[in-house]
């Protein structure tokens, strides 16, 4: 079972700027995909920004030249940064990830969701 964890969220005037981290645990062989999704109220979630191994990361148009996702392999940790926040950017954020976990031989895919974190950009 692979765990998610994130950080980073809170309270932001328009225009700053906000990190948010989401470290994964567990029994990890390989992650191939990290990615951050949100959810605004009454709406459907949405993908945000995504890192898949040996690709360029993909974000979506509403924030590209924006944010910037970026995946530290060693440590298991997928990164948000958010800068030039707009209100439209609150939302709840959740990361995802996929990949395999267990050992070689006896490996079992997985698909994990963190608890997500409160994005509010506010005046």
């Known amino acids: 079972q692979v765990q998610l964890v994130e950080s980073g969220g809170g309270l932001v005037q328009p225009g700053g700027s906000l990190r948010l981290s989401c470290a994964a645990s567990?029994?990890?062989?390989?992650?191939?995909?990290m990615g951050w999704y949100r959810q605004a109220p009454g709406k459907e979630r949405e993908l945000v920004a995504a890192?898949?191994?040996?690709?360029?990361?993909n974000y979506a148009d509403s924030v590209k030249g924006r944010f910037t996702i970026s995946r530290d392999n060693a440590k298991n940790t997928v990164y948000l940064q958010m800068n030039s926040l707009k209100p439209e950017d609150t939302a709840v954020y959740y990361c995802?990830?996929?990949?395999?976990?267990?050992?070689?031989?006896?490996?079992?895919?997985?698909?994990?969701w963190g608890q997500g974190t409160q994005v509010t950009v506010s005046s």
């Open positions: 995802n990830a996929r990949g395999f976990s267990g050992t070689l031989g006896d490996l079992v895919s997985f698909g994990s």
């Open positions: 567990g029994s990890i062989f390989r992650i191939n995909f």
């Open positions: 890192i898949t191994s040996g690709s360029s990361p």
